[in-house]
């Protein structure tokens, strides 16, 4: 979890692997808009080439009387599925959003790497 000094917010996971990720990415998207005053969930998008698969929803909302926006998606790389959720005041969320993608790259490819295994004696 990375916060921003704006309140920003953005998470990175690792989680189980699922057979359906549309179905896992909606019910997580559900359950992280489940807080919010007044949510909205938008339409699912949806990528998928030979390497990675996702599903994308974002999420209007309330916290108390602050206007949030969240975008979470759900990804397949390969064998490995994370799930990220960002979040950020309405009026800059925008901005803010191709930085927390960078971010979001780099934490996933520092936990898609295999922890380092040492020698038995």
Same mark, same amino acid.
């Given at each position: 979890m990375l916060e921003h000094s704006t309140g920003a917010s953005l998470l990175v996971r690792r989680v189980m692997p699922t057979k359906d990720l549309a179905k896992y990415a909606q019910l997580?998207?559900?359950?992280?808009?489940?807080? *919010?005053?007044? #949510?909205?969930?938008?339409?699912?998008? %949806? &990528?998928?080439?030979?390497?990675d698969e996702w599903v994308q929803y974002e999420i209007v909302g309330n916290r108390l009387s602050d206007h949030r926006r969240? *975008?979470?998606? #759900?990804?397949?790389?390969?064998?490995? %599925? &994370?799930?990220?959720v960002f979040e950020a005041g309405e009026d800059r969320f925008d901005l803010l959003l191709t930085?927390?993608?960078?971010?979001?790259?780099?934490?996933? #490819?520092?936990?898609?790497?295999p922890p380092l295994r040492r020698a038995r004696r």
């Open positions: 997580q998207a559900e359950r992280v808009m489940s807080p *919010l005053g007044f #949510a909205k969930l938008g339409e699912p998008q %949806f &990528f998928k080439d030979s390497h969240l *975008l979470y998606r #759900a990804l397949r790389r390969d064998t490995n %599925f &994370f799930e990220f930085e927390a993608q960078g971010i979001a790259t780099s934490v996933q #490819a520092i936990i898609e790497a």
